[in-house]
């Protein structure tokens, strides 16, 4: 391939793996007049300005099938939404809404609760079967003793898989579990408010054996939801989509529409009312955020 892809961006430098080397590479000035900005995970073309040196330029950057915003990483196809059993609980509106943007985003999914050591209450069943139902592929991992990393490699073959989640939930272990190779660090939680410290501090792509290729992410506490319209919410929720077709009205929103499908599917127990409510509660913090936007 003539092209190579950018693992890394620090201070106006990019690294570029290209034939099996690493290039430190600038970008022509151009790209800052069109305002583009080269991300991790951009297919680049560079021309090599010392071969020895490994430096290089980044000439052009073909188009991005994907864009994520957080973590900003272009072409990444599947994610990894990660949560812990327990230190710390899953907040599941989190999860929700990170299913959302990851829809949004055309994204293959995974969903991993981590920390399986620690399910003395047997909570894993409980998450499993609301996701697993809908369609997600949902997996139980331990990162230090290993369960699961077998299963989990699989579906990192061959992908750009982005690691997301809150912090603390042990996304940085499972990725050195996954790969002899990786040192990542991590972090402690937090004695009294058993959280994350927020030791990613950056994305970078890193390369398995498999010929997968991983971003471990910082952790997050909370997700705008700014870039989603009310209207289109519904889409993301998966289980909704062949439902609402048989709704009354075409542009049903599953509220309070007379003849709704997904609201007598709630209540025939097909679709989990903790996902409609859920749904319920984005909803509205989407339509405050459009409020608020408006007022100024
Ligand atoms: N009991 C248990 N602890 C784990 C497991 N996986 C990770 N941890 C611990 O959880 C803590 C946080 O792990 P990290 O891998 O740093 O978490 P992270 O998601 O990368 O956190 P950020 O980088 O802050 O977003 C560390 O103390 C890990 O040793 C697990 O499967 N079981
Ligand atoms: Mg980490
Ligand atoms: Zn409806």
Redesign the pocket.
């Known amino acids: 391939m003539d092209y190579g892809i950018i693992f890394k961006g620090i201070g106006g430098f990019y690294y570029v793996k290209f034939n099996d080397s690493i290039y430190e590479c600038k970008a022509r000035g151009k790209f800052k007049n069109q305002k583009i900005t080269p991300l991790v995970g951009d297919y680049v073309r560079i021309s090599i300005q010392d071969e020895d040196k490994k430096l290089g330029m980044i000439e052009e950057i073909l188009e991005r099938k994907t864009e994520l915003l957080r973590p900003t990483v272009a072409n990444v196809n599947q994610a990894i939404i990660?949560f812990?059993i327990k230190?710390p609980l899953p907040n599941i509106i989190l999860l929700d809404k990170m299913l959302v943007l990851a829809e949004q985003s055309g994204l293959d999914i995974v969903i991993c609760f981590?920390?399986?050591?620690?399910d003395v209450d047997f909570d894993y069943e409980k998450y499993e079967a609301i996701y697993h139902r809908i369609g997600y592929p949902v997996l139980k991992?331990?990162?230090?003793?290993g369960e699961g990393i077998d299963a989990l490699s699989v579906y990192l073959q061959d992908k750009i898989t982005v690691?997301s989640?809150?912090?603390?939930?042990?996304?940085?272990?499972?990725l050195?579990a996954v790969h002899e190779g990786f040192t990542?660090?991590?972090?402690?939680?937090s004695e009294k408010i058993k959280r994350?410290?927020?030791?990613?501090r950056h994305s970078e792509l890193m390369e398995l054996k498999n010929g997968g290729i991983v971003v471990?992410?910082?952790?997050?506490t909370s997700l705008s939801m700014h870039e989603v319209a009310p209207e289109d919410l519904k889409e993301y929720f998966i289980e909704f989509r062949m439902q609402g077709e048989s709704c009354r009205f075409d542009n049903c929103m599953h509220l309070n529409e007379p003849g709704c499908a997904v609201k007598e599917a709630v209540e025939r127990h097909d679709i989990s009312k903790d996902r409609y409510e859920a749904y319920l509660y984005i909803l509205n913090e989407i339509n405050e955020l459009k409020r608020r936007q408006k007022k100024w």
């Open positions: 990660v812990s230190n981590n920390k399986a050591d620690l991992t331990c990162a230090l003793e690691f989640g809150p912090s603390g939930v042990g996304k940085s272990s499972l050195n990542l660090q991590t972090g402690e939680i994350g410290k927020h030791t990613t471990d992410t910082p952790g997050f």
